[in-house]
């Protein structure tokens, strides 16, 4: 089946604007994660869906980062008033279950944001 | 805190070498132990993963790693590397309760050369 996708693969903005990053988990996975990667940090845990449950945020950098998940699917990552420091790749996962750690995540390729 | 490290930075190795890529944990417990491969331009592909029972994993392309309790080390290898494993690797642990992300090291880059 599909796997994770995420739109747009590459994002350009400019320092300031808004910007929503999109991402489709695998059918039927209940979990869902929003990662970052930048240079020199790694990959850094921003938030996590699981079911009709409060999101876990305690990965977000600011209050500049918010995330929502409509209808238990698709989720949404919007960043406001850009910085450069925003520049990173986006990576989003799902998994099957309760988001254990019994339970593999599955990587979707990214979104490149750079801002300028 | 939780923390993962994978001492090496970047790593160069011949065509047809063997390997080894070093992961150190730090949690009160033993985690659940991952390995994932992120090739150029990709995300992330679950290499193997370790749970509990047998300490030698295997996973997939010829990759197995050895969980250690007493050194607290996941170290991923390989026989005979293939040029087509130059990638990034990224060791992560997930606690074994409640439900949290996955803790990521900070990579290490395997070049392979002829």
């Known amino acids: 089946g599909a796997g994770v996708s995420q739109s747009p693969s590459n994002k350009v903005t400019e320092k300031g604007k808004d910007v929503e990053l999109r991402c489709d988990p695998i059918?039927?996975?209940?979990?869902l994660y929003w990662y970052r990667q930048s240079l020199g940090q790694g990959l850094e845990f921003l938030i996590y869906?699981?079911?009709?449950?409060?999101?876990?945020k305690s990965g977000l950098p600011s209050d500049r980062f918010s995330a929502e998940r409509t209808g238990g699917s698709v989720s949404t990552l919007t960043i406001q008033r850009t910085q450069q420091e925003d520049s990173a790749v986006y990576l989003c996962?799902?998994?099957?279950?309760?988001?254990?750690?019994?339970?593999?995540?599955?990587f979707g390729p990214g979104t490149r944001l750079t801002v300028l | 805190a939780q923390s993962v490290t994978q001492p090496d930075i970047h790593i160069t190795v011949s065509e047809g070498a063997s390997l080894e890529l070093r992961c150190n944990y730090s949690?009160?417990?033993?985690?659940?132990l991952f390995w994932y491969v992120q090739s150029p331009g990709q995300g992330l592909q679950l290499l193997l993963k370790?749970?509990?029972?047998?300490?030698l994993v295997q996973g997939i392309k010829g990759f197995e790693a050895e969980f250690k309790r007493s050194q607290s080390s996941f170290n991923l290898r390989k026989p005979s590397v293939h040029w087509s494993d130059a990638a990034e690797y990224f060791c992560?642990?997930?606690?074994?309760?409640?439900?949290?992300?996955?803790?990521f090291g900070k990579g290490t880059r395997l070049s392979v050369i002829a």
């Open positions: 949690y009160g417990a033993t985690p659940y």
């Open positions: 869906f699981q079911g009709n449950s409060a999101p876990d």
């Open positions: 996962a799902s998994s099957w279950t309760s988001g254990s750690g019994t339970d593999t995540q599955y």
């Open positions: 059918s039927g996975h209940t979990a």
């Open positions: 992560a642990v997930a606690p074994r309760s409640g439900n949290t992300p996955l803790v």
């Open positions: 370790y749970f509990s029972g047998d300490t």
